[in-house]
């Protein structure tokens, strides 16, 4: 497994990183089924291993009590099966042909098959979670079910509003990001039996910390590469989702903001690419890192006081990841 040979993981994942095969194989189980093009769709979308730094968050958040994987272990692949899942209908909603570098699965076969495909994958991931036989932990899964598509409703309502604001922006994105980032460290901790305070640190910090990754996610959008990202600059924007760098931009100048003018215009990309520009050629950048630190202290301050300095560790190190990747 990747995760297992790269020793990068080992700051970010310490204590868990062996433990991170067992998650592997719960996750492609999925895949032990005797239709082979099922088969094939599961090898396509899951073998991709990604980070899976969802997963890892829940075994991290169970060491801080009683480490139980025969619980911890399916959890965890739920989470992650759930996340595939969400994204595998994003991939449809958007007609993205891109991910991870990848086609997608609505353009290797077709919109329908995704669909269902990704249904099938909640579907699993629904499995995986009651295998715990925790009514609170099933219960949060299906909570954060709802919160993502209720996110994913949001940002399809308000598409091509370019002015839509922060305070609806920080609304969508933790519902679509930080709940799935916060229901993994709230199941670890709750499946471990940490008391109550304790789980809602956790809850806090998987919450801002989704908040952080999502804000840098979405600087990514218009500074990143195409080659390093998998998929297309400015993406978002060309779906009509108007993220923080777009906002920051509209703040200024709503009347005559190139975001506007895209929007209500042809979308060319030309004017795409006039976007772009200016993002990049302001200090709109820098401000949207502040208001992604923001959330990385406060992911920090959340599990400050938690024992289990190796685990906490990993948790503040992931911070500091969500913020410096690049793709």
């Known amino acids: 497994m990747n995760i297992g040979r790269s020793a990068g993981f080992e700051e970010l994942y310490g204590p868990v990183l062996g ?8 996750i492609l189980e999925v895949g032990n089924v005797p239709f082979p093009w099922l088969s094939t769709l599961v090898k396509h979308v899951l073998g991709q291993t990604g980070k899976r730094m969802r997963p890892a968050m829940t ?3 169970g060491k801080f009590a009683d480490y139980n994987l025969d619980l911890l272990v399916p959890m965890a692949a739920s989470v ?11 991939d449809t909603l958007d007609e993205a042909s891109m991910r991870r570098g990848n086609p997608t699965v609505n353009q290797l076969w077709n919109k329908n098959v995704a669909v269902l495909f990704g249904d099938y994958v909640f579907a699993a991931a629904a499995e995986m979670v009651s295998r715990t036989s925790n009514v609170r932990v099933m219960r949060l899964f299906a909570q954060t079910l709802r919160i993502i598509c209720d996110g994913e409703l949001a940002q399809n309502f308000a598409a091509y509003q370019w002015d839509a604001g922060r305070d609806q922006y920080f609304q969508r994105i933790g519902g679509k990001t930080a709940s799935l980032f916060s229901m993994a460290t709230e199941s670890g901790a709750a499946l471990s039996g940490l008391p109550e305070p304790q789980v809602q640190a956790l809850k806090r910090y998987g919450h801002s910390l989704g908040m952080a990754f999502q804000v840098a996610d979405d600087i990514l959008d218009f500074t990143g590469e195409e080659t390093a990202m ?4 400015g993406g978002d924007l060309a779906q009509g989702t108007v993220t923080l760098p777009a906002i920051m931009l509209v703040e200024r100048d709503a009347k005559g903001n190139a975001v506007r003018r895209y929007l209500e215009g042809g979308r060319t990309a030309e004017d795409l690419d006039t976007v772009l520009r200016a993002v990049r050629e302001s200090d709109v950048i820098e401000r949207c890192y502040e ?12 599990v400050a006081g938690l024992p289990n300095a190796g685990a906490r560790s990993c948790l503040e190190r992931l911070t500091d990841y969500a913020m410096a990747r690049h793709s």
Not at 80 to 90: G, I, R, Y
Not at 230 to 233: E, L, M, S, Y
Not at 291 to 302: H, L, W
Request: net charge negative; glycine share 2%.
């Open 230 to 233: 998998g998929k297309a600059v």
């Open 59 to 61: 075994l991290l958040a």
């Open 80 to 90: 992650e099966l759930l996340h595939t899942a969400s994204l595998v209908h994003d």
């Open 19 to 26: 433990d991170m095969p067992r998650v592997e194989a719960a």
């Open 291 to 302: 208001v992604a630190n923001r959330f990385r202290v406060e992911a920090c301050q959340a």
